[in-house]
């Protein structure tokens, strides 16, 4: 394996940069000393004719510039691996850089044997100007030497004819000072061959390091433009979905506070303004929830799924206006923050665009399987995190009434987040200081006045906003955590009406509490209850159990401890029979004692011919599983005669008798027994 470093190149990478680097200076070089060398050419051509030699001086000097044209020339042909402009592979570049050197030192070759004709103008190194033609030459072969330090083989090619014709010459023609003159320029010849070399070696290591530090500059930038880039992906991926592209939670937070704040946004980015004052801008938050969404996962798989979201993002973006944010906030559920001054548009107008985008068909999809809930608010007041919450109630409240719609949210919604938001944040002082009642909604026989039933319905007079429906009541317990601490107070005072029944004898009469699937699912309901009627001494057969039809949804959960109830003599009644998940299976299951018609189906039953087929239906069915059947919201004498005429023998609702407290009910109980004794 190469230990290499990445930033350092290859050997041989590094040694066709050499020769590159070898080429170029060697062609600036040449450029200023081939001049010179025809200047001093010319000066030896009018030696030669001072000296009565003009012809072969003349042909002399021709040869010589011809040959030094030719170098001139070579230096002015364009070399593609020179060009940054011209893309070539390493190898064609090596190829072309290797051409060039090669023909650079034949040229440089031919011109130095032009110059090794240099000793006929001084007859054979035995005229007078044999020491000026001989000085003439090793000043123009220094030279050469000290332009041609990039690339050895140019000076040598050009310098070792003429010296070794001279030298040759001065041995021919004899006598001890010439001989000594040849050696001389011999000795001469091998320094300016050992120099050339050494000039080379020194060009190539500086070329070596030259280019080694241009590639460790060069792997710096990259690293750091990969590093910045990485930078800039990792930023886009925290604050952006990988499914629609639209920002996340995240990336939504963070633009839109900047917007809020007068910073300014466009299409997702946040965008600082200059720091001039701005008016602030009105700004409109949508929260969208798909309607039907989890269908296209269950019928179609996650993958479909994946693929309307993102579809659905793309609708979106297409139906909003500039400057808008959009993200998808998790699941299917997505928000939008625009401002509808600037952007011309109101934001009724901007929800029923987006309603319109969502219901377009989508490919392999039914039509009219998805559609979308949008909760608004417009308004300047308060943070993101409140805009979200009030946004977040008026989509509650959209979907509440049914898919496709939008709902603005008002004061009715801000009341009611409010009312929500205390009950949540007083209840656990409420049941510490036992503010939180149960009163007691009587069941009657098949005449109407003989006791069957008391139903325990919890009961919370808020401070500030009065009576807490019971259905809130459980809610906000289920968010504060205080589910269980609700339903042991809720049976501290349905156990106290049990204890009362039993000291007026009425140990027939059963008192109903009433457990939300929550309750049943996350709490144990069986060691809770029968826990506390063991340490009161009561009897199991006095307390019934009422759970709603949304329990048998998740049967498993609860079937075990429905068991236990049932098997401790605890009588379990099904609560709004018929607008539920109710099956011929689940009363079996739930172990159900008692089922309650649903008032929707009670309340104005007389006149009515569907409502008196499906009591009666109910009824029937009542009869053949031996299940006893109590009809709610029996509100008028009429519908009271109308059930008795159908058969039904248990009765509860405002006619007959409304939700009374536990003393109320004590008094009833105690006229209830005077009357019985005074009729004995």
């Known amino acids: 394996m190469n230990d290499r470093p990445r930033s350092v190149p290859s050997p041989s990478d590094l040694d066709r940069l050499i020769r590159r680097d070898q080429l170029a200076a060697l062609r600036l070089s040449m450029s200023t000393a081939i001049p010179i060398n025809m200047a001093l050419g010319l000066v030896g051509m009018i030696v030669a004719i001072h000296a009565g030699q003009g012809a072969v001086g003349a042909t002399w000097f021709a040869a010589s510039t011809a040959a030094n044209l030719l170098r001139l020339a070579l230096c002015r042909v364009p070399c593609a691996a020179l060009s940054p402009r011209t893309a070539l592979s390493a190898e064609a570049a090596a190829r072309s850089v290797d051409r060039h050197l090669r023909l650079v030192w034949m040229a440089a070759w031919l011109s130095g044997l032009v110059w090794a004709f240099l000793p006929a103008l001084c007859a054979g190194c035995t005229a007078a100007q044999t020491v000026f033609y001989l000085t003439l030459t090793c000043g123009t072969t220094a030279g050469a030497v000290t332009y041609g330090t990039a690339f050895a083989r140019m000076p040598i090619g050009f310098f070792t004819p003429p010296l070794l014709s001279f030298a040759g010459c001065l041995l021919v023609a004899g006598g001890f000072d010439r ?3 040849a050696a001389t320029v011999l000795l001469y010849l091998a320094a300016m061959i050992r120099g050339a070399f050494l000039c080379e070696s020194g060009f190539r290591e500086a070329s070596r390091l030259k280019n080694e530090a241009s590639a460790l500059a060069q792997s710096r930038m990259e690293a750091h433009a990969s590093a910045s880039a990485l930078a800039l992906e990792m930023a886009r991926r925290a604050t952006h979905d990988d499914l629609t592209g639209l920002l996340n939670r995240a990336g939504f937070q963070q633009d839109a506070d900047a917007a809020l704040r007068g910073d300014g946004a466009l299409r997702g980015e946040a965008a600082l303004r200059d720091d001039a004052a701005v008016e602030p801008v009105a700004h409109c938050l949508m929260l ?8 296209v996962n269950d019928v179609h798989g996650h993958t479909m799924g994946d693929r309307v979201l993102a579809e659905v993002a793309r609708r979106m973006a297409a139906a909003l206006p500039p400057g808008s944010l959009a993200a998808r906030l998790g699941g299917d559920e997505f928000a939008v923050l625009y401002a509808p001054a ?17 219901a377009e068909p989508f ?5 009219g ?3 979308i809930s949008i909760g608004i608010h417009q308004g300047d007041a308060g943070s993101l995190t409140h805009r979200l919450s009030c946004a977040d109630e008026a989509l509650y409240a959209a979907k509440g009434a049914g898919r496709n719609r939008a709902r603005l949210f008002d004061e009715c919604l801000r009341d009611r987040m409010e009312t929500r938001r205390d009950s949540e944040r007083d209840l656990s002082q409420a049941l510490a200081e036992g503010v939180v009642t149960v009163c007691f909604q009587p069941i009657f026989g098949r005449d109407g006045r003989n006791l069957v039933s008391l139903e325990a319905l919890v009961r919370w007079n808020h401070p500030r906003h009065g009576w807490i429906p019971p259905a809130d009541v459980v809610a906000a317990a289920a968010t504060a955590g205080l589910t269980e601490s609700l339903l042991r107070a809720i049976l501290e005072q349905a156990c106290a009406m049990v204890a009362t029944l039993c000291r007026h004898g009425l140990e027939t009469v059963q008192v109903a509490l009433n457990v939300s699937p929550r309750e049943m699912a996350q709490i144990a309901v069986d060691e809770i209850v029968l826990g506390r009627l063991a340490a009161l001494g ?19 959960a609860v079937q075990a401890k429905l068991t236990a109830l049932a098997e401790a003599g605890i009588r379990v009644t099904l609560d709004d029979f018929g607008i539920g998940y109710s099956s011929l299976a689940s009363l079996r299951q ?17 006149g009515s011919d569907d409502k008196c087929g499906l009591v009666q239906a109910v009824l029937a069915l009542g009869r053949w599983l031996d299940i006893e059947v109590v009809a709610e919201g029996v509100e008028t004498a009429d519908d009271l005669a109308t059930l008795q005429a159908f058969g039904c023998t248990l009765f509860q609702g405002y006619h007959l008798g409304r939700p009374m407290s536990a003393e109320a009910v004590a008094d009833l ?5 005077g009357a019985r004794m005074a009729a004995a």
């Open 342 to 358: 600037p952007a011309g548009i109101a934001q009724d107008v901007l929800a029923a665009r987006l309603i319109g985008a969502v």
């Open 363 to 367: 490919e392999s999809l039914d039509a």
């Open 538 to 556: 009561l009897p199991p057969r006095m307390l019934e159990i009422e759970i709603t039809e949304e329990t048998a949804l998740d049967i498993g």
């Open 590 to 606: 739930l172990q159900a004692h008692r089922i309650k018609i649903d008032r929707s189906f009670v309340t104005g039953l007389t």
């Open 369 to 371: 399987r998805l559609g």
């Open 669 to 673: 109980l105690a006229s209830q027994a």
């Open 179 to 181: 001989i000594c003159l």
């Open 288 to 295: 969208l929830d798909l309607d039907g969404f989890k269908s």
